[in-house]
């Protein structure tokens, strides 16, 4: 589909243009639909894992 062919035309570009010798990305597990269309693009699963985030507190009440 379109996103297909938008993804190809942007890492060929990447790598013909400006040279970069590889393209990761991440993606949730949940997605299955976006892991397709880069699996169908040429990318290949690299790792699984937990993902860590912290959040920056806007709440000033937290005591610190």
Do not use: C, I, M
Not at 1 to 21: I, M, P
Not at 34 to 56: I, W
């Amino acid at each position: 589909g379109h996103g297909k062919r938008l993804l190809l035309s942007a890492t060929d570009w990447l790598f013909e243009n400006a040279k970069v010798s590889r393209v990761s990305l991440n993606v949730g597990a949940h997605n299955a639909n976006a892991r397709s269309l880069y699996e169908g693009a040429g990318f290949r699963l690299q790792f699984t894992g937990v993902g860590l985030r912290k959040t920056f507190p806007t709440d000033q009440s937290h005591g610190g």
